[in-house]
């Protein structure tokens, strides 16, 4: 069990990293996961899901608790963006997801290392800068989602790892220099 851990109650914990624009063309968005329980719930997120169309892209966990990666343009939502895991997580089980985006190259979830789910296309352009906050542990106002668990090792890249480097970083559970995944 890791000490250091950020635990969430699945009620109202969430970490708000306030506004940043990291990704535009690509990027991979990384954590360590461990639930309590087996719902919905928001790993990160830059999105909204309600009103004014906010939607960037966020790691979220579907109601089969499958987790998926989803990134958006102009704000609006396409399912073509969506790369969901055909793997379902466990209770008290500390799992890698790992999500990549690209307007070259589809959308990937990995998990403990491994492709788990391809989107059907690439974005069709660069994301627009939302004005949303960044959240560990739930989505964006209305503040929803809310994970019920712990989130441990959250990192985020401008870039979209390949699956070489997403294994070099799961590594086995064993911690690496983070800047550097292969090296």
């Known amino acids: 069990t890791n000490n250091y851990s950020l635990a969430f109650d699945g009620s109202d914990d969430y970490v708000d990293l306030g506004d940043a624009q990291l990704m535009t063309t690509a990027g ?12 919905s719930a928001t790993i990160i997120s830059k999105y909204r899901h309600s009103g004014e169309n906010h939607r960037e892209w966020q790691i979220d966990l579907t109601s089969s608790n499958e987790p998926r990666m989803n990134a958006q343009t102009d704000g609006t939502y396409s399912s073509n963006n969506l790369a969901t895991s055909s793997f379902a997580l466990s209770t008290g089980t500390w799992y890698h ?8 190259d589809k959308m990937k979830i990995y998990v403990d290392g491994v492709l788990k789910g391809t989107s ?22 209305p503040v929803a989602g809310f994970v019920n ?3 441990d090792e959250v990192a985020l890249w401008n870039t979209a790892l390949d699956g070489d480097s997403i294994k070099a970083i799961y590594n086995a559970g064993t911690p690496i220099n983070l800047l550097n995944p292969l090296g």
């Open 28 to 39: 991979t968005v990384s954590a360590w996961v461990k639930l309590n329980a087996t719902e």
């Open 97 to 104: 997801i790992c999500g990549t985006l690209s307007t070259t």
């Open 120 to 141: 059907t296309s690439s974005l069709s352009k660069a994301m627009d800068d939302t004005a949303q906050n960044i959240m560990i542990g739930a989505n964006n106002i």
């Open 149 to 151: 668990g712990n989130i």
